[in-house]
């Protein structure tokens, strides 16, 4: 769970880089068009995919302490 965390925080790092180039390029004349709309598809499913995994790893741990999810 750990690694998958760590992968999908670096696809995050690397969005938010690619965003902010092409936010800088847009002040230079953009050499390539940037579509904010998928930008922002793509940043709310990382944040999607960071929420699930850390829920699914609190329900892991609640198990391991023997504790049912809504407990």
């Known amino acids: 769970m750990r690694a998958l965390t760590n992968q999908v925080r670096k696809i ?3 969005l938010n880089q690619l965003v902010r180039a092409a ?3 847009g002040l230079e004349h953009a050499p390539f068009a940037v579509d904010a709309k ?3 598809a793509a940043r ?3 944040a999607r995919t ?3 995994l850390h829920l699914m790893a609190r329900g892991n741990v609640r198990s391991w302490e023997g504790e049912a999810d809504g407990e």
């Open 50 to 52: 960071l929420t699930a």
């Open 23 to 25: 936010n800088e390029a």
């Open 38 to 40: 998928v930008l922002e």
């Open 12 to 14: 995050g790092v690397n």
């Open 44 to 46: 709310e499913e990382v």
